[in-house]
Structure formats: C-alpha cells, structure tokens
C-alpha cells in the first residue's frame, strides 16, 4: 500500500468518524456516536495500518477528548497506566538479558537437553522459545532462537521449501515464540489489558502469581499440542539431527562463563520474579504488581547496582507498544462508559439466551482466536474483544472474569498466517515454508487451542474463587 492510498484511507476514515458523530441516531448522545465512529476508525487503522498501530492509540486518545468522551486528563492517563509500567518492565528486563546474552544462554541450555533426535530438538526448540517469550517479548524470542534452528537444518542440508523438517522447526519457533507469552503477565501485551479490563469491569485483580497458576501450564499446554501436530503433518525427512547437540555445545561455549554483570543480572531478574510474586502469598500493598514493576526498572538502572543505563533503555526499548496499549486501554474504557459495550453485548447476548457458559466461552474464543487474521495485532485483537466479552458475561449472568480471560488469551492464536504477529514473519522470512503450510496447521491448532482453554475452565474458576 503506498503512502497516497494510507493518506486517503486516513483522511476518509477520520471523516466517518464525524459524521457518525454529527447526523442524528435514534437516542444516541454524542459521546456514544462519537465511540462508535472512533471504534470503526481504530478497526480500519488496526486493518490497513495506513498509519503506524501506535499512532492508532493516539489517535484514539485525541478522538475521545475531543468528543468530550474524557477529560484530556484522564486520556493521556491511559499513557502512563500501571498496565504500561508492567510492560515497561518487562521490555527493560528483555533489555538487560539481550545485552549479556543470558536470553540466549537459557534457551540454549534448554535445548542441549534434548539430544540429537529431530523430534526432541524442535520440541526442545519450541519449549525453550516459549519460556523465553514468557519474561521477554515474543517478537525477540523468535529473533533469538530462529538463526539457532537455521544452523540446526544447515546440518542436514535442509532443502527451503520442500524440507518437512524446516517447516517444522521454523514453524514451530514461531508458535511456541506467541504461546509462552500467555504465561506471565509480562510475556505479552494482551495479558496486562486483559487483567485491567477484568478489574475494571468485576473489581477482581488478578494477581502475577494467580495468572502464572493457569497461564503457564495452559502455554505448556498448547506448546506440546503445537509440536505433535507439526509432527503429525510434516513428518520430518531425517529422524536424527548428528552434530546437533556439538551446535549447541558450540554456541554456548562462545558466551563462556558468567563474569559479574551477567550474574548481577541474572540475580535483579531472580529479584524481580520474587518481588511479583510476593503478593500472592503475602499481601504487600494494594497495586502490589505494578509498584513492583517500577522497583525492577530503578534496579536494572541504578548506578551502583544495575547493568543498563538509561541511553541503552531509550534506545532498545519497544516505546510504540505502550501507545498501542494506551490506545487500546481508553477505546474500552471508552466504550464501556458511554455504555455502548453494554448495548453491544446485550444484543450478542440475546442470541445466546440459554446456551451453556461452555457453549458461550467456546464461541467467545473461537471468534477471537480467528479474528487475530483480521486485525493481524494481537493486542489490538485483545483490546477489541476482551472488554464486549466481559459486557456479554455479564448479560448472560455469567462468571465474567473467566469470559474476559477466555477472550484475553485466544486474542493470542494468531496461528494461521505470517503476517498475523512478528514471529510469524520472522519465521517465515526464512524461507522454509509457505503461507498455506502454515495456516494449514494454524486452523487447526486454533479449534484445539480454544477447546483447551475452557477445559481450563473449572481451574481458572477455581483460582479466581
């Protein structure tokens, strides 16, 4: 798309937008048209990204102010939201494991495990990139452990396009890098909007710990699920990978010992985990997650004591995915105040009058799972269906916090097609596999994804008491 045509989708969408707002709808007030022109326009950006998907969340913040939706006050309060200081945290933390290759060192030291079977290797592979992408972002698993397949598939002269063994290690970097971050509230951007649109609209926090409780072991989950079906539909050429193991002695040799930063990294990290956990076993301060999350940011970057400066932070971090957030935050906030969320649900709910939760989680998930083609962001797909699947709970009388969840995680499925999330891309850049191999499995992997999630059901139910 060339930067006239964006210019046009912009500038076109950005009119709608008013004359929704300004032509006469029933009994709607201004604020609830202007929401809903402001709702089409963040679909049509998220869409076509005619402009770059953080400057979506500006524009929606811009939007809702001047519409009189919020104050300017509280719309750029969505910019410095605890949510974002999560993520901050998370990016900083992704930082400082990148600059001492420990990130590399963890998945390595994961996969020299596995011995020389093919099988073993990618699901090796993929174990270590999905407890990579649940402390960093997934986007920077996939980059960090895709040249490490690469070397793998040079040792059997993995032929691009035609070697079943390529499609699925490459394939499967990409998945495993999407799942893990449904573990840990830090791994990916639709678990921290999720967990504010569930305290917004229950008052119930879910805490690090009690998210990990189902999180990790839902990742873990899928992550094996993924692997026996790349296996079942590639069979891979070669049962064994000789030399394998002597890539991963090699690379890890190369990073050698542990000097003192990278030890007085790895112990924040330790620190950091421990101090997001404490509020579940020991009650700390109401917010506990999110001064924590500022606690771990000054300790990376004090002097004295931390291993990043402040010019590496500026430089390496990820500042766009905050906006995207904020964005995403006031569009459902946005929504629910004006109480066009609650209209939406209402009418879905009708529909789904006496059907069971099951039925209803499942169809929540399945929608959200397959719309991640559609908006092609999972964060935007999150921001989108989290907070009209928790207004449709509640209209149904249902346990509204398990529904949001259900939402938050499918929006994570973006399984089908390379350009659904960076992992994807970076996997497919590779060469090893096409588009209709990949979706191939994808749909699939998203019915099976979805119908694992509600068996999770009665656990999640359970944690949230």
Same mark, same amino acid.
């Given at each position: 798309?060339?930067?006239? /045509? ?18 006469? /709808? ?10 809903? %022109? ?11 990204? =005619? ?22 006050? !509280?719309? /750029? @309060? ?19 494991? @990148? ?41 920077? +698993? +996939? ?9 793998? #598939? ?17 394939? %499967?970097?990409?998945y495993a890098a999407t799942i893990g971050g449904i573990g840990t509230p830090v791994g990916t951007p639709p678990v921290p909007i999720t967990i504010r649109n569930v305290k917004d609209a229950t008052g119930y926090e879910i805490t690090f710990a009690k998210w990990m409780a189902w999180g990790v072991p839902i990742a873990l ?58 509020? @579940? ?19 990376? #970057?004090?002097? %004295? ?9 500026? !430089? ?17 906030? %946005?929504? !629910? ?27 929540? +998930? ?9 908006? =092609? ?23 509204? !916090? ?9 929006? =994570? ?15 497919? @850049? ?16 998203? #019915? ?13 139910? #359970?944690?949230?008491?």
């Amino acid at each position: 798309m060339n930067d006239k /045509l964006k210019l046009f989708i912009a500038v076109a969408t950005l009119s709608v937008v008013g004359i929704i707002a300004y032509i006469p /709808l029933g009994d709607f007030t201004l604020q609830q048209k202007a929401m809903i %022109g402001i709702s089409i326009l963040a679909i049509v950006y998220w869409v076509t990204e =005619c402009v770059p998907i953080p400057v979506t969340g500006i524009v929606i913040i811009l939007l809702e102010v001047v519409f009189g939706v919020f104050p300017l006050a !509280r719309g /750029l @309060s969505y910019i410095a939201s605890d949510v974002n200081m999560l993520i901050l945290a998370g990016l900083v933390i992704s930082i400082a494991l @990148s600059k001492y290759q420990l990130d590399r060192l963890l998945s390595l030291k994961i996969l020299s495990f596995m011995g020389e079977n093919t099988d073993k290797i990618v699901l090796g592979m993929m174990l270590a990139t999905a407890l990579l992408s649940m402390w960093i972002p997934n986007t920077a +698993a +996939a980059a960090i452990m895709a040249p490490v397949a690469v070397g793998m #598939l040079e040792l059997i002269r993995a032929e691009k396009g035609k070697s079943n063994a390529g499609k699925i290690m490459m394939i %499967g970097v990409a998945y495993a890098a999407t799942i893990g971050g449904i573990g840990t509230p830090v791994g990916t951007p639709p678990v921290p909007i999720t967990i504010r649109n569930v305290k917004d609209a229950t008052g119930y926090e879910i805490t690090f710990a009690k998210w990990m409780a189902w999180g990790v072991p839902i990742a873990l989950v899928l992550t094996i699920i993924a692997w026996k079906l790349l296996t079942l539909y590639y069979p891979p050429e070669v049962k064994s990978i000789p030399g394998g193991r002597s890539i991963v002695e090699g690379e890890l040799a190369k990073i050698g010992k542990l000097n003192k930063q990278q030890k007085t990294t790895l112990a924040i990290f330790g620190v950091a985990v421990v101090l997001w956990l404490m509020d @579940s076993f020991y009650p700390v301060l109401p917010n506990w997650t999110y001064i924590a999350s500022l606690i771990i940011i000054i300790l990376y #970057l004090m002097p %004295g004591v931390g291993t990043l400066s402040w010019d590496e932070v500026s !430089r390496e971090a990820d500042w766009g995915v905050l906006f995207l957030v904020a964005g995403g935050l006031a569009l459902g906030g %946005g929504l !629910r105040e004006t109480g066009i969320v609650k209209m939406l649900a209402d009418s879905i709910a009708t529909g789904l009058t006496g059907a069971s939760p099951y039925l209803v989680n499942i169809v929540i +998930a399945l929608v959200a799972g397959f719309s991640v083609t559609v908006f =092609c962001s999972i964060t935007a797909t999150s921001s989108a269906f989290v907070p009209i699947a928790i207004a449709i709970a509640s209209s149904l009388g249902m346990d509204a !916090r398990f529904t949001g969840i259900v939402a938050g995680i499918a929006s =994570c499925f973006a399984f089908l097609l390379p350009a659904n999330t960076p992992p994807n891309a970076i996997a497919y @850049s590779y060469g090893y596999f096409k588009n209709y191999e990949m979706a191939k499995v994808g749909f699939v992997l998203t #019915l099976l994804s979805s119908i694992v999630l509600i068996a999770f059901m009665p656990v999640i139910t #359970l944690l949230t008491g």
